[in-house]
């Protein structure tokens, strides 16, 4: 691997946004470590029936992933939403004039005369700009459908990227009643901790039964057995935590003690003990990134190096690595490993611009496309709209429709 680096310019970014023959990806390498320093006990995510997602290589080490890669798109997204503004009517987050700050608005009540609103951005949505919530939102449905006909039709990239430049940024799928479009992440980032060594945990739950006298404790277990409820499960009997939950099917499989000692496939998480690296790795995809088009060949350039200002802003970002109880993390040191990978040959070292200098080059490719962001008649930027719970049903509907055709 070459040590020498490459600084990014202005010159660059254009290069990597349009040149087919040049790399096929930006990577960032980030060494973390727990608040309580080297083997620190961490707790990865859990998933149904699987507990922990820990793979094993042929080796016998294991790897468990702590942040997967749609975690950490969800983490990253919300980096450019507004936070409010100071008391000068100024934004507070200057990231969020690089996007188009789009809210719907979910409910509105009164309440002693004041009005109450919930409210959702779209920098918040699980699925992005294909959301059911979108799409239960006439208005901005208006503006976001003939943007994904465009891009699976056309190719257009343009009018996706007017209104929800993050999606194109962290992946969507039209796939609730749309076009069926799907486009890949620009920027892909999971954290995996490698070496690592699962624990156990146990706990016991004593609550005040032994304290009622017996005509207390019968009459309730006789009301929870005509409720057909647990005790335990209401916090009216001592219930130990050893081992847990699981669907029926998974428990037929996973039985609770296995050859006279406790299954260790059911046994309570407790973290796990990384003796090895815990990695954060980020990738900008440039081969994704330049098969997006807009109408003409200067819609095409500037679609591409905005996305990549806003896909090296998020990347460089220093995020919160509180990622779940149990769970807190921190980089490691003040080094950040960037590389170019070219299509053939070794990756080069990259020196990515400060903080600052990546935000003036993202406003400066922002800004010839913000003329296209959504506005109303009078030409004001259009950032409200209101969720309609009818067409939330009429969705509904649909799928019942949809499956009922099917069978």
């Known amino acids: 691997m070459s040590t020498a680096e490459t600084t990014i310019t202005n010159e660059l970014l254009d290069q990597w946004a349009t040149d087919p023959n040049g790399p096929v990806a930006l990577h960032l390498k980030q060494k973390l470590l727990p608040v309580e320093g080297e083997g620190g006990v961490i707790f990865p995510p859990t998933y149904a029936d699987i507990g922990y997602n820990i793979d094993t290589l042929s080796d016998g080490t294991k790897v468990a992933t702590i942040d997967s890669v749609g975690s950490q798109a969800n983490r990253m997204e919300p980096m450019f939403k507004s936070t409010g503004k100071n008391n000068k009517g100024e934004e507070l987050n200057p990231l969020a004039a690089l996007v188009p700050q789009i809210e719907i608005i979910l409910s509105v009540k009164e309440k002693d005369g004041e009005k109450y609103e919930r409210r959702q951005s779209l920098l918040d949505l699980a699925h992005r700009s294909a959301d059911a919530v979108v799409k239960a939102t006439p208005e901005l449905r208006q503006v976001i459908d003939p943007a994904f006909v465009n891009l699976n039709r056309h190719g257009n990239a343009g009018p996706l990227c007017a209104v929800a430049p993050t999606s194109l940024l962290f992946g969507v799928w039209d796939s609730r009643d749309g076009t069926g479009e799907k486009r890949p992440r620009l920027v892909r980032a999971v954290i995996r901790a490698w070496d690592v060594e699962p624990l156990f945990s146990a706990a016991q739950f004593n609550s005040t039964w032994k304290a009622l006298d017996s005509e207390q404790q019968q009459e309730l277990e006789k009301e929870a057995k005509a409720k057909k409820t647990k005790l335990s499960e209401k916090g009216f009997a001592d219930a130990p935590a050893v081992f847990r939950k699981v669907s029926q099917n998974a428990a037929k499989q996973m039985v609770e003690f296995r050859n006279g000692s406790p299954n260790p ?139 009922d055709a099917v069978s």
């Not at 954060?280 to 081969?287: F, G």
């Not at 090296?312 to 590389?339: K, M, P, S």
């Open 265 to 403: 496939e059911r046994r309570t998480l407790g973290g796990v003990l990384a003796k090895g690296a815990i990695e954060r790795n980020v990738t900008i995809n440039l081969v994704a990134l330049r098969s997006l088009r807009g109408e003409n060949d200067m819609e095409t350039q500037q679609i591409r190096k905005y996305l990549l200002c806003l896909a090296l802003l998020t990347a460089t970002a220093e995020i919160d690595l509180f990622l779940r109880e149990g769970c807190l993390l921190r980089y490691a040191d003040h080094v950040d490993v960037w590389q170019q990978v070219p299509r053939r040959g070794e990756p080069s070292g990259i020196k990515v611009p400060g903080h600052d200098d990546l935000v003036k080059l993202a406003t400066d490719a922002a800004n010839p496309l913000k003329k296209k962001w959504p506005k109303d008649e009078k030409e004001q930027p259009a950032l409200e709209y209101n969720f309609d719970i009818n067409k939330a049903k009429e969705l509904l509907s649909q799928k019942a429709e949809e499956e």
